[in-house]
C-alpha cells in the first residue's frame, strides 16, 4: 500500500532533442513508495522519454527529479540503475550477453558480492522465472517471450526499489501476460514502486489502480484508473479506445437495462448478468 512519502518527484522539467522536437514540456509529477502507476497516451505522447530521466538515459533541459528525496541530477546511470530498474519495450536493447545465465552475471556486475552469492542469485532468479533449461542458450535464440522474461530477470536479480516496464504486454500470449501479473503483484508486496507504460487499455483498466495520461509531452490527467479510463473526452484526446466493460455497459444502458453505471469491472458484470437473468427468469 503507499505511503504518503514520494519516492519520485518530478518538478517543471522539459526536455528538447536535438532535431528540436519538444518530447517534454513542464511535468510535474509525485509518484509515492509502493504504487502501481500506469502511464498511457498515444505513440509520441512523451511517455518512454519521461520514464527515461529517471535513470539518466536523458537529462532534463530545464527542472529537477528527485528520488528519495535527492536530485538525481549530478548521479550516474549506473548508480541510478541500482535504484530504478527500467525494462524496455525490446528486450534486445538491454540484452548483450552470450548466454542466459552470463546476461544475469552481467547485470550483477557493478554489486559487491563474492562469487557464491553472484551464483546464488544467478540460480534463484532463473528459476523464478522457469529459464533454467535456458542456461547457456543465447538470448538471440530465445523466443519473443522468453527474451522478455529475460530483460525482466535480468532487472529484478539487482532488487531495484522501483520499477519501469515500457509495453509489458505488447505481443505476449495469455500465459505469459498472466505471470506478469502475478510477477508485479509479487514484487509490489514487497514494496517495490511500478510504473508500467502500456497501450492495454483492459490491462490497465483491471490491474493498474492508478494512471497517468499523457499527450504531446504533457500530463492532461492524472487519478483513479477507473475514472480517468471512463472519461470520454480524456480517451478522444489521447486517442485511446474505451475499455470494452464501458463500451458494454452503455450497450445495456441503451437497451434499457436498468442501473448498469455500477458495473465497474469484469465481475461486477459478470454478477450483474447472472442477476438479471435470473430475476427474468423467476418473473417468467
Given at each position: 500500500?503507499?505511503?504518503?512519502?514520494?519516492i519520485?518527484?518530478?518538478?517543471?522539467i522539459?526536455?528538447?532533442?536535438p532535431?528540436?522536437?519538444?518530447?517534454?514540456?513542464n511535468?510535474?509529477?509525485?509518484?509515492?513508495?509502493?504504487?502501481?502507476?500506469?502511464?498511457?497516451?498515444?505513440n509520441?505522447a512523451?511517455?518512454?522519454?519521461?520514464?527515461r530521466t529517471?535513470?539518466?538515459?536523458?537529462?532534463?533541459?530545464?527542472?529537477n527529479?528527485y528520488?528519495?528525496?535527492?536530485?538525481?541530477?549530478?548521479?550516474?546511470?549506473?548508480?541510478?540503475?541500482?535504484?530504478?530498474?527500467?525494462?524496455?519495450?525490446n528486450?534486445?536493447?538491454?540484452?548483450?550477453?552470450?548466454?542466459?545465465?552470463?546476461?544475469?552475471?552481467?547485470?550483477?556486475?557493478s554489486?559487491v558480492?563474492?562469487?557464491?552469492?553472484?551464483q546464488?542469485?544467478?540460480?534463484?532468479?532463473?528459476?523464478?522465472?522457469?529459464?533454467?533449461?535456458?542456461?547457456k542458450?543465447?538470448?538471440?535464440?530465445?523466443?519473443?517471450g522468453?527474451?522478455?522474461?529475460?530483460?525482466?530477470?535480468?532487472?529484478?536479480?539487482?532488487d531495484?526499489?522501483?520499477?519501469?516496464?515500457?509495453?509489458?504486454?505488447?505481443?505476449?500470449d495469455?500465459?505469459?501476460?498472466?505471470?506478469?501479473?502475478?510477477l508485479?503483484?509479487?514484487?509490489r508486496?514487497?514494496?517495490k514502486?511500478?510504473?508500467?507504460?502500456?497501450?492495454?487499455?483492459?490491462?490497465a483498466?483491471?490491474?493498474l489502480?492508478?494512471?497517468?495520461?499523457m499527450?504531446?509531452?504533457?500530463?492532461?490527467a492524472?487519478?483513479?484508473?477507473k475514472?480517468?479510463?471512463?472519461?470520454?473526452i480524456?480517451?478522444?484526446?489521447?486517442?485511446?479506445?474505451?475499455?470494452?466493460?464501458w463500451q458494454?455497459?452503455?450497450?445495456l444502458?441503451?437497451?434499457?437495462?436498468?442501473?448498469?453505471g455500477?458495473?465497474?469491472?469484469k465481475?461486477?458484470?459478470?454478477?450483474?448478468?447472472?442477476?438479471?437473468?435470473?430475476?427474468?427468469?423467476?418473473k417468467?
Amino acid at each position: 500500500m503507499a505511503t504518503e512519502i514520494p519516492i519520485i518527484m518530478i518538478r517543471e522539467i522539459a526536455y528538447t532533442y536535438p532535431n528540436g522536437t519538444e518530447a517534454l514540456k513542464n511535468i510535474n509529477l509525485n509518484i509515492f513508495k509502493g504504487e502501481l502507476v500506469a502511464i498511457m497516451g498515444k505513440n509520441g505522447a512523451g511517455k518512454t522519454s519521461l520514464i527515461r530521466t529517471l535513470n539518466g538515459l536523458i537529462i532534463p533541459t530545464q527542472g529537477n527529479i528527485y528520488i528519495d528525496n535527492e536530485s538525481i541530477s549530478s548521479k550516474s546511470i549506473a548508480t541510478l540503475s541500482k535504484k530504478v530498474g527500467i525494462i524496455f519495450q525490446n528486450p534486445f536493447h538491454q540484452l548483450f550477453s552470450n548466454s542466459v545465465e552470463e546476461e544475469i552475471k552481467f547485470s550483477l556486475k557493478s554489486f559487491v558480492l563474492d562469487k557464491e552469492e553472484i551464483q546464488i542469485r544467478i540460480n534463484k532468479i532463473l528459476h523464478e522465472f522457469n529459464l533454467e533449461k535456458y542456461r547457456k542458450r543465447s538470448p538471440l535464440n530465445l523466443s519473443g517471450g522468453e527474451s522478455k522474461k529475460l530483460a525482466i530477470a535480468s532487472i529484478i536479480c539487482r532488487d531495484p526499489e522501483i520499477l519501469v516496464f515500457d509495453e509489458p504486454t505488447l505481443g505476449q500470449d495469455a500465459k505469459e501476460i498472466e505471470f506478469f501479473i502475478n510477477l508485479i503483484k509479487n514484487e509490489r508486496k514487497r514494496g517495490k514502486t511500478i510504473i508500467i507504460i502500456t497501450h492495454n487499455i483492459e490491462f490497465a483498466y483491471e490491474y493498474l489502480p492508478r494512471t497517468i495520461l499523457m499527450t504531446d509531452g504533457q500530463i492532461i490527467a492524472d487519478g483513479p484508473t477507473k475514472e480517468i479510463l471512463n472519461n470520454e473526452i480524456l480517451i478522444q484526446q489521447t486517442s485511446l479506445i474505451l475499455p470494452q466493460i464501458w463500451q458494454f455497459r452503455s450497450a445495456l444502458k441503451e437497451n434499457n437495462f436498468p442501473k448498469t453505471g455500477d458495473i465497474l469491472s469484469k465481475n461486477a458484470l459478470i454478477s450483474y448478468i447472472r442477476n438479471y437473468l435470473k430475476n427474468k427468469s423467476l418473473k417468467i
